[in-house]
């Protein structure tokens, strides 16, 4: 062991985006010979792969930021969170004593102003910044971060946002893309392209992640005489249990074949077995994970034109924008795809290559290591600078 401790701060235990790059960062840090304690508000399918990794788990009921929570009738709850959670902390940090305490997204935001006091350097890493939440929610929810000694983003819709909100934190805020792991041989895609034409919507169930407007693009195609099968990989945000038994209904009211496959931690056997990836979000992504993996699994990705995806993907030849909330533009590009099919599966493998390149995780973990103060250039590591 180097002898060092960084103390991960994390407000979900699920495994999605940003969760997913908490893996990622604790990979890195594991594999640099580091101690690492990850923080989380309960149990949930994160801790098994924390504990996997070789990470030590700490249950700590802290506050945890929320648009919700940030309105004012919401702040006698956040308050009394609040403090409970000032004392958790400080006494989890007086019993580790880390070096480093690596905060994994804006929503906790006791860690940076404890840490400080506790004298403790610490890292903000903020994958999220909603611009829907408004520049006086997204300020108070980034004010904290200020007593970080170094702040990471994942995208530059991330950094602008911030900007608007705060631009003392955005001045001094550094991007580091997010490191995406890939199955090092993908199977090609079907050719030639036979019906039905097989679809997928992989993410949370929410309107703003927009599965409805998958569930109607592809209804739209059918009701025409196009055959399309469409999967939906994922489930509903909490709080949105009721959007989810929307989907269903959706699905039953129209004559589509739907699978419902509920949360999968492997999403590489389902791009595997479809033709293109729907990623119809609403509204602005700060980045887009699940079609960064669509393009590394040599599938064409179909995106809303929002400045998160378009930044993610935009540029490659295998994805294709479409307008916001657009069912009818999502279903059009769907059918021109599978029009020109060859064309279409030529491009992947470019698309491919360059989205390797982008989110190469091997950098992206030895990033995340360095940020964290440890210097892997001997053989038992340093504290760095």
């Not at 929503?107 to 520049?135: K, M, T, Y």
């Not at 199955?183 to 919507?201: G, M, Q, T």
Request: aromatic residues 6%; positive net charge.
């Amino acid at each position: 062991m180097t002898g060092r401790t960084v103390l991960v701060a994390h407000p979900g235990t699920g495994l999605y985006g940003a969760d997913r790059m908490l893996l990622e960062s604790v990979h890195g840090l594991r594999s640099a010979d580091v101690r690492v304690v990850v923080a989380l508000p309960s149990i949930g399918p994160l801790v098994a792969e924390l504990l996997r990794l070789g990470a030590e788990v700490e249950i700590v009921r802290t506050l945890a930021l929320s648009a919700r929570l940030l309105r004012p009738r919401a702040w006698p709850t956040a308050a009394s969170v609040s403090v409970l959670g000032i004392v958790r902390i400080w006494r989890l940090l007086g019993r580790l004593r880390p070096d480093t305490v690596y905060v994994s997204t804006s929503g906790v935001p006791q860690w940076p102003l404890i840490a400080r006091a506790r004298g403790i350097r610490s890292i903000s890493h903020i994958h999220e910044a909603p611009r829907s939440d408004g520049r006086r929610v997204n300020r108070l929810r980034l004010l904290p971060h200020l007593a970080s000694h170094r702040t990471l983003v994942n995208s530059q819709y991330t950094l602008e946002t911030i900007r608007r909100a705060l631009p003392s934190l955005a001045r001094r805020a550094e991007i580091v893309p997010n490191g995406v792991v890939s199955p090092e041989h993908p199977p090609l895609p079907r050719e030639p392209l036979e019906s039905p034409l097989r679809v997928l919507y992989m993410g949370r169930f929410s309107p703003r992640k927009g599965p409805d407007l998958a569930l109607e693009a592809a209804t739209l195609l059918q009701l025409e005489g196009h055959q399309v099968q469409l999967t939906m990989l994922g489930e509903p945000a909490e709080g949105f249990e009721w959007f989810d038994r929307q989907l269903r209904e959706q699905a039953c009211a129209g004559d589509l074949e739907v699978e419902f496959a509920g949360f999968q931690q492997d999403v590489w056997p389902f791009l595997a077995d479809v033709d293109v990836l729907l990623a119809p979000s609403r509204f602005d992504e700060a980045f887009g994970n699940s079609a960064v993996e669509a393009v590394l699994a040599l599938r064409p990705v179909i995106a809303s034109d929002t400045s998160g995806l378009r930044e993610a993907v935009g540029d490659y030849r295998s994805v294709h924008l479409v307008p916001v909330g657009d069912a009818r533009a999502l279903a059009n590009s769907l059918l021109a795809v599978s029009r020109s099919w060859s064309t279409t599966v030529r491009s992947l493998a470019s698309s491919r290559a360059e989205a390797l390149r982008r989110h190469d995780p091997g950098t992206y973990r030895s990033t995340i290591v360095r940020a964290c103060g440890v210097d892997t250039s001997g053989p038992h590591g340093s504290r760095g600078p």
